[in-house]
Nanobody, 115 residues
């Protein structure tokens, strides 16, 4: 059974930083792991993904501000978010994908950027 433990969300002022963590169990470290986000009334969108080997992919809107990383031994993925903007406010979801139909989602963690 696949299970995720997400943490690190919260309220931060514009320009601040947060670090999200997602520990996965029940999947192998070969999965591509990533973060997506969603605001009410909009589709869930890609934030960043990272392969087991460390290849990364970022949405244009977060490039240069967010950094995704992973610890394969712990099956954990991180998202360091710097220079946060109000438009980064969303529910952030951890994702694991084996690229052949196996895709799993975390429960989501709220990130709010507001003064």
């Amino acid at each position: 059974q696949v299970h995720f433990v997400e943490s690190g969300g919260g309220l931060v002022q514009p320009g601040g930083s947060l670090r999200l963590s997602c520990a996965a169990s029940g999947i192998s470290s070969t999965y591509v792991m990533g973060w997506y986000r969603q605001v009410p009334g909009k589709q869930r969108e890609l934030v960043a993904t990272i392969s087991r080997g460390g290849s990364t992919n970022y949405a244009v809107t977060v490039q240069g501000r967010f950094t995704i990383s992973r610890d394969n031994a712990k099956n954990t993925v991180y998202l360091q978010m710097n220079s946060l903007k109000p438009e980064d406010t969303a529910v952030y979801y951890c994702n694991a994908d084996n690229l052949v139909g196996g895709r799993y989602w975390g429960q989501g963690t709220q990130v709010t950027v507001s003064s």
